[in-house]
């Protein structure tokens, strides 16, 4: 599993991402049915992945598809729900800059799910937000992700 260090990750959040911040500014949630991502899988095949994910978790999609393909399937529902819930959070929806590439949910050292940015979304995100949580978590057939930002400490 990739995790997020600030030494090893080519996507590392700015400063700013990474200290406490203030008050709640967005939460976002999402619940998905896994047979709809299964379903745009059996269409698409893996141009499907490489459209919601980033360079990161492709690499971990990949893998867990290998050995299992209802674990990379789940990974992949896993992910498209934090993406959703990350773009009501800020407020964006899925509009310029947010992008489903541009946000990836790596694992700090431990296994904790964190939030990582890149290009125009990171540059987008930095003066107007603090921190971001999240939580994940799926079953047989519900996948469902909850992203709180924070505001910047001023």
């Known amino acids: 599993m990739t995790e997020l260090s600030p030494e090893t990750s080519p996507i590392s959040a700015p400063p700013a991402l990474q200290v406490a911040s203030g008050a709640i500014a967005g939460i976002g949630m999402d ?17 499907f992945a490489s459209k919601i994910l980033g360079p990161d978790e492709l690499s971990v999609f990949e893998a ?3 050995r299992d393909a209802r674990r990379g399937v789940r990974y ?48 987008w995100y930095a003066p107007r937000f603090g921190a971001m949580h999240v939580s994940i978590t799926d079953e047989s057939d519900l996948a469902a992700a909850y992203v709180i930002v924070e505001t910047l400490r001023g």
Do not use: Y
């Open 31 to 47: 619940l998905l049915r896994i047979e709809r991502i299964e379903a745009a899988l059996a269409r698409h095949g893996v141009r």
């Open 76 to 123: 992949l529902a896993t992910r498209f729900c934090v993406k959703e819930a990350f773009s009501k959070a800020i407020g964006l929806g899925m509009r310029h800059p947010m992008w489903w590439t541009r946000v990836q949910t790596l694992n700090a050292p431990g296994g904790r799910p964190v939030l990582s940015l890149s290009g125009e979304l990171r540059d």
């Open 64 to 66: 867990r598809s290998r």
